[in-house]
């Protein structure tokens, strides 16, 4: 039976990995905003926030419940996710909000399947932390962490608009057939991907 200490350790861990992979705060050659810069830097410390919370939820952690377990799939999951998707973009990745000019249309490994598995890969995450947080969170944090997390879901979904609308003018009807062949955020495909512009 997986004890308190071993699910402690192990989403510290994940939580180790997960905001390795996210957080890239350097300034990328090329990069520019996609939407103002303020919302950007918002989301940048409102991430940090129910990471923060997370871990001071994990450490005060007593017991178990099966929505603990729950937490520890889909984190590991979304972890996974967000790796897989930063792994294959490489040299093509911005941080999210911006673009880069001389970017190329990757639709190879998870993005054949998935348009943004990287915003799909911190909504499983955060959810998934929040089966936890659910019974655990001391009052005084929820009202930050909800207002945390409501930020992060409207700007990653704004972002990804924004995206696809600087993917569709930059890359015109290749981009469109891809998006008409793959889902956002569900591994949904109509039909094959052959061609890989990459």
């Known amino acids: 039976m997986f004890n308190v200490f071993a699910f402690q350790i192990s989403q510290l861990l994940i939580i180790i990995a997960f905001s390795f992979f996210i957080s890239d705060l350097r300034k990328k050659e090329g ?67 911006y673009c880069k000019d001389e970017t190329k249309l990757v639709i190879r490994g998870i993005y054949k399947w998935i348009r943004h598995p990287m915003y799909l890969g911190i909504f499983v995450f955060t959810f998934g932390a929040s089966l936890t947080m659910i019974s655990n969170i001391p009052w005084f944090l929820v009202a930050p962490t909800i207002a945390s997390i409501s930020y992060i879901i409207v700007f990653l979904t704004l972002s990804s608009r924004k995206e696809t609308s600087f993917l569709e003018g930059k890359f015109g009807s290749q981009f469109i057939e891809y998006r008409k062949q793959v889902h956002p955020f569900l591994p949904i495909q109509k039909h094959s991907i052959d061609k890989n512009p990459d």
């Open 31 to 97: 990069s520019r905003p996609l939407m103002n810069e303020k919302l950007v830097w918002a989301m940048k410390f409102c991430y940090l926030v129910p990471i923060a919370v997370y871990v001071f939820t994990l450490i005060s952690l007593e017991g178990l419940s099966p929505l603990d377990y729950g937490a520890l799939g889909l984190t590991f999951l979304g972890t996974v996710i967000v790796v897989k998707a930063k792994v294959v973009l490489g040299k093509h990745h911005a941080w999210t909000g």
